[in-house]
């Protein structure tokens, strides 16, 4: 088992440093772990946010342990140099389509909710969100117009991208409660009207999983006024951008949720995969030991579900974190005064504890 750790720009080393604590834990046997430069720290070493090492050394691996990247003193880089551009590039090389984000509540923690408790206690659904394609891809640009200049970007899937992301999301869906949400807007856009009915043939092959379909609006409403009905939902890159920032947002603190994008690429053990927080590098609060490393161990937990079929060794992890957060142990943004390390440690002792 090979995993490509690159914990890249500020709090990403930090976290990372608390999650590869918790797989020393676990004593998992053939692990190697191969450490690479990624973000602005790749560009001072190496004259690129991702060099080509770093980028064989994730090809090479069965999965990706990503930190964050981002640099304040990037920022006048031109874009190709930008940190920002390295987990871009990393999806698209790595053919990593499918990015999942799981919300849950925490117990104990509704109040970080902006939602009532009872609807925040209630959360617990995976956003799958199309990667690769969308308006984010398609052909863009400027041209003059009647109204001055205008802009312009090309929305569109096509039957296949449909296919391999719903099959993903079908696939998630059986592992969970069996229900998948289709999320289009296939009332005025074309693009939506050939996924939905993509979406409609393949659920033959999941006579399983309850499906239905809703437009973003709609979506976008019910997140807010009953999240408690969502099992798994399946969009668009655009949709999905917005849908799973705002699910995130009904869970409460940025520091405690992880993130999974995936391919069709499987390895001996799984699916090969990229993992982070969904947190980004936090330069405001780098190097003083202020960062919540709970999305960087959680992202180690789906690390070792999906791509290294641990699944006890995840479940285990999980229900560390969950009592480490259900005691008095907590970050600063969580209203408390621990540490990044007292925080790693605390999950450790709950590990311990977990036969
Ligand atoms: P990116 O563009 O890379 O997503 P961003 O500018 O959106 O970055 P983040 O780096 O995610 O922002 O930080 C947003 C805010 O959340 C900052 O104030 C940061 O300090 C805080 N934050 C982010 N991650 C954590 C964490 N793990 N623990 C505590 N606070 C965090
Ligand atoms: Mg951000």
């Not at 080393?13 to 692990?31: N, S």
């Not at 799958?128 to 802009?151: C, H, I, P, T």
Request: charged share 25%.
């Amino acid at each position: 088992m090979k995993i490509a750790v690159l914990p890249g720009d500020g709090i990403g080393p930090e976290v990372t440093r608390e999650a590869l604590k918790v797989l020393d834990a676990l004593a998992l046997p053939q692990l190697t772990l191969f450490e690479g430069d990624v973000g602005g720290i790749a560009y001072k070493r190496h004259g690129h946010p991702l060099p080509a090492e770093t980028l064989e050394m994730a090809r090479a691996a069965d999965a990706v342990l990503f930190g964050a990247v981002g640099d304040p003193e990037c920022d006048t880089l031109p874009r190709e140099y930008r940190p920002e551009q390295a987990i871009l590039g990393l999806r698209s090389e790595l053919g990593l389509f499918a990015n999942l984000r799981p919300a849950a509540g925490f117990p104990g923690l509704e109040d970080l909710s902006p939602l009532k408790p009872e609807l925040a206690r209630g959360i617990d659904l995976l956003v799958v969100r199309e990667l690769n394609g969308d308006v984010y891809f398609g052909d863009k640009g400027e041209r003059d117009s009647a109204g001055g200049r205008e802009g312009w970007d090309d929305m569109s899937y096509n039957e296949a991208e449909v296919r391999r992301i719903a099959h993903s999301a079908f696939r998630a869906a059986q592992k969970r409660r069996k229900k998948l949400t289709s999320v289009d807007k296939a009332n005025v856009l074309e693009t939506s009207r050939i996924w939905r009915e993509t979406v409609i043939e393949l659920a033959g092959e999941y006579p399983d999983v309850e499906l239905d379909h809703m437009y973003v609006d709609n979506a976008a409403m019910q997140l807010v006024r009953s999240p408690g009905q969502f099992d798994v939902i399946v969009t668009g890159n655009l949709f999905g951008d917005i849908l799973s920032d705002q699910a995130s947002a009904c869970v409460g603190s940025i520091g405690l949720l992880a993130s999974a994008s995936l391919g069709e690429r499987t390895t001996e053990f799984g699916t090969f995969g990229l993992y982070e927080p969904i947190h980004g590098s936090a330069p405001d609060i780098a190097g003083q030991g202020k960062a919540n490393p709970v999305a960087a161990i959680l992202s180690l937990a789906m690390l070792l579900r999906h791509s290294l079929g641990r699944d006890a060794d995840a479940n285990r992890i999980e229900r560390a974190v969950a009592a480490s957060l259900s005691s008095e142990i907590r970050g600063a943004d969580l209203g408390g005064s621990a540490s990044t390390q007292e925080i790693g440690d605390a999950i450790l002792r709950h590990l311990q504890a977990i036969a």
